[in-house]
Nanobody
Framework: QVQLVESGGGLVQAGGSLRLSCTAS????????MAWFRQAPGKEREFVAG????????HYAGYVKGRFTISRDNAKKAVHLQLNSLKPEDTAVYYC??????????????????WGQGTQVIVSS
């Protein structure tokens, strides 16, 4: 069982930055592929970025375009998402997710076994 807790969301002006963090419980954090998803009002949840258990492989959604960076610290059981050059369309609830069944990052939400409660990001224009 893994519990995930996100933090770091907030209100920021367009062009600004935020750093989201997700801390995990459990002893096998390094075995999990981790990902960030987001869900805007009235829209489906979508993949943002993912990282393999050892941090050796990173994957991003096309719309990220170098603005976001995912990283992890297995010693601290944490995964981070650095959001730069934020746009109003980045406004969403951002969720951290863990996949314990694969060594490959999946962009599909059903692949993930554990989810955090989400952290709200609001980007004003």
């Amino acid at each position: 069982q893994v519990q995930l807790v996100e933090s770091g969301g907030g209100l920021v002006q367009a062009g600004g930055s935020l750093r989201l963090s997700c801390t995990a419980s459990g002893r096998t954090f390094s075995r999990y592929c981790m990902a960030w998803f987001r869900q805007a009002p009235g829209k489906e949840r979508e993949f943002v970025a993912g990282i393999t258990g050892n941090g050796g492989s990173l994957h991003y959604a096309g719309y990220v375009k170098g603005r976001f960076t995912i990283s992890r610290d297995n010693a601290k059981k944490a995964v981070h998402l650095q959001l730069n050059s934020l746009k109003p369309e980045d406004t969403a609830v951002y969720y951290c997710a863990a996949d314990g069944d694969s060594v490959i990052v999946s962009a599909g939400a059903p692949s993930y076994d554990y989810w955090g409660q989400g952290t709200q990001v609001i980007v004003s224009s």
